[in-house]
């Protein structure tokens, strides 16, 4: 079936350092690929999106890029901070039966040094 | 707006018992969904609504049931819990479908003895 792919499982940076995470995924018609935050003990949260006809996609230290030929995404966090430690999903929206559903990577667990 | 309302935070439960998780979404969005999140895995799919009296079947939906009776709550039931159904259970809920954002639940935390 459709999947998707993420890229490291486990990321350590010193503090001030740049952190990517990428993800690959499957089903060329995938058109929305958002970003979700995950601290400890609470439910995913988005912290940036992108559609299809778009090719990056910046939010303050914050930027995900898309490549629709390769078929893969990355997250971009410049400047870590320790509260940027969490873990990360990446997702993609397949369309299987008639309707999009949302399929998330397996997760990045973001270390950040201080 | 409390936003997405999940009950309880914790359960255990012994095999073969049943039980329903409740979901409740204070924002009007039609879509609604249940993921199971284990280790090294992510978050799949279980069920999903596309809004009051419409339900669906995600990637893991052996042994679950859900209804959608209005557009505001979205309950998980267990039918008959085994110890593979041990994890951590979200609903989540978007304003249209998953090309928008979705919000989680604070999750529950399930245990099969």
């Known amino acids: 079936g459709e999947n998707v792919e993420q890229h490291p499982s486990t990321l350590s940076v010193q503090e001030g350092d740049s952190a990517v995470i990428k993800c690959t995924y499957s089903?060329?018609?995938?058109?929305?690929f958002p970003w979700y935050k995950q601290e400890l003990g609470k439910g995913p949260q988005l912290i940036i999106d992108?559609?299809?006809?778009?090719g990056e996609k910046k939010d303050q230290r914050i930027a995900v890029t898309l490549n629709k030929t390769a078929k893969h995404f990355s997250l971009h966090i410049t400047e870590t901070q320790p509260e940027d430690s969490a873990v990360y999903f990446c997702?993609?929206?397949?369309?299987?039966?008639?309707?999009?559903?949302?399929?998330f990577g397996s997760g990045t667990r973001l270390l950040v040094r201080p | 707006n409390a936003g997405v309302t999940q009950t309880p935070k914790f359960q255990v439960l012994k095999t073969g018992q049943s039980m329903t998780l409740q979901c409740a979404q204070d924002?009007?969005?039609?879509?609604m969904s249940w993921y199971r999140q284990d280790p090294g895995m992510g978050l799949r799919l279980i069920h999903y609504?596309?809004?009051?009296?419409?339900?669906d079947q995600g990637e893991v939906p052996n042994g679950y049931n859900v209804s959608r009776s209005t557009t505001e709550d979205f309950p998980l039931r267990l039918l008959s819990a085994a110890p593979s159904q041990t994890s951590v259970y979200f609903c989540?809920?978007?304003?249209?479908?998953?090309?928008?954002?979705?919000?989680f639940g604070q999750g529950t935390r399930l245990t099969v003895v």
């Open positions: 989540a809920s978007s304003y249209s479908d998953v090309n928008t954002e979705a919000f």
């Open positions: 997702a993609a929206s397949i369309w299987v039966d008639s309707s999009y559903k949302l399929i």
């Open positions: 924002m009007n969005h039609e879509y």
């Open positions: 992108i559609r299809s006809n778009v």
């Open positions: 609504s596309v809004g009051a009296g419409i339900t």
């Open positions: 089903d060329s018609a995938s058109n929305y």
